[in-house]
């Protein structure tokens, strides 16, 4: 089994930053990627990047140049760095993980972390 807890949500205005942690535990050594997703209001959970064991990072077009996803492998944490916030951006986000490196069916997922960006 694997634990993820997410932290670094919040309120902030468009144009502005947040990043988004996610710290692993238990059988991480199983795991082949991490990534994030994000579930607006009536809308499809939706996969905004991922980051492979190796250290490989794919993005969705939607986010591709404003969010960066990085990982501290001694910390066990992955992070979303997310720069000129739109008000669209506003979410519940979730930490993956999965044994896939695509990670289009993560196996483990996060409480998720409110993500509200004002106009």
């Known amino acids: 089994q694997v634990q993820l807890v997410e932290s670094g949500g919040g309120l902030v205005q468009a144009g502005g930053s947040l990043r988004l942690s996610c710290a692993a535990s238990g059988s991480i050594f199983s795991i082949n990627a991490m990534g994030w997703y994000r579930q607006a209001p009536g809308k499809q959970r939706e996969l905004l990047a991922t980051i492979t064991k190796g250290g490989s990072t794919n993005y969705a077009d939607s986010v591709k140049g404003r969010f960066t996803i990085s990982r501290d492998n001694a910390k066990n944490t992955v992070y979303l760095q997310m720069n000129s916030l739109k008000p669209e951006d506003t979410a519940v986000y979730y930490c993956?993980?999965?044994?896939?490196?695509?990670?289009?069916?993560?196996?483990?997922w996060g409480q998720g972390t409110q993500v509200t960006v004002s106009s």
């Open positions: 993956a993980a999965g044994h896939t490196v695509l990670l289009t069916s993560p196996r483990y």
